[in-house]
């Protein structure tokens, strides 16, 4: 973990001296500025020589939502015809971060008790959450007019579209219902937190952004052609959406956890 913070950060030093390549994304490759990324290395290699289980944690999640342009990349690498940007090494460089988020995490969970499970009404209001926020998303655009939006209308952007659809009200469902066991583990808890994760990531910090460009009297969004009042109604359903995704996930991992998984945080706690 020390070592990837050296590396991570002696590459973030290398960019804050005028080395930084032109990103096609706008900004940066992360999103924060480089010095707080250089600074995030320090406290990291810090972090771990006192481990706290949920300081490990909260830094995990801070590097996740820096690299929150990584649902871009995923989204532009899979549906070229969408029209996104597709910058390789801004997407090496976010995965550097998303690397140390994993690592982060790894190390967390080795060091903290083992997690009891909740009661399985929290995770049907998250499922019911991320209904409603994907719903509310798709309300905004609906307002302002589907021939709106930035995104090619071709058979990538159908594709996004449906993959949208069952993002946001199928798979809370299977993660919830009982119908949700007879499929393979790793097929709705793989998405369910890769997809949660990523919008409350991307859209939370989306989301800050917004309300300190209004704070200093600026629009939000003022190149995209919509205006702000949509973005205040669809950034949140985001957050919303991808918050209850990510809850409805972990209890989905909680009521399909094997015995031997249990088996293992008890050594992890005791070993």
């Given amino acids: 973990m020390v070592l990837w913070a050296t590396m991570y950060g002696g590459l973030r030093i290398w960019y804050a001296t005028g080395h930084q390549p032109s990103w096609k994304l706008p ?162 808890l793989l998405p369910g937190y890769a997809i949660g994760v990523g919008i409350t990531a991307y859209f939370g910090v989306g989301l800050i952004q917004m309300v300190v460009a209004a704070l200093q009297g600026q629009p939000v969004y003022g190149d995209v052609g919509l205006p702000d009042s949509f973005f205040w109604v669809a950034v949140p359903a985001y957050v919303v959406w991808g918050a209850g995704l990510t809850v409805a996930a972990r209890g989905y991992q909680f009521a399909t956890r094997r015995a031997t998984d249990s088996v293992c945080d008890l050594q992890s706690t005791h070993g």
């Avoid at 810090?46 to 990349?73: E, Q, S, T």
């Avoid at 930035?150 to 299977?174: D, I, K, Q, R």
């Fill in 27 to 188: 900004g940066n490759d992360l999103l924060i500025p480089l010095r707080v990324s250089v600074a995030a290395c320090v406290v990291t290699a810090l972090a771990v020589i006192r481990i706290r289980p949920r300081l490990l944690w909260v830094l995990a999640a801070g590097w996740l939502a820096a690299a929150g342009f990584i649902l871009l990349d995923v989204v532009a690498g899979v549906l070229p015809g969408l029209g996104i940007p597709f910058d390789l090494l801004g997407m090496l460089s976010r995965l550097g971060a998303i690397a140390g988020a994993v690592l982060l995490g790894l190390l967390a969970r080795q060091h903290q008790p083992t997690a009891t499970p909740w009661p399985s009404w929290i995770s049907t209001v998250g499922a019911c959450l991320a209904a409603v926020g994907c719903l509310t998303r798709l309300g905004a655009q609906a307002v302002v007019g589907f021939g709106k939006t930035p995104y090619a209308g071709n058979w990538s952007f159908l594709v996004f579209e449906s993959g949208f659809l069952l993002a946001g009200t199928l798979l809370p469902f299977l993660l919830v219902h009982r119908i949700g066991r007879a499929f393979p583990r790793w097929l709705l």
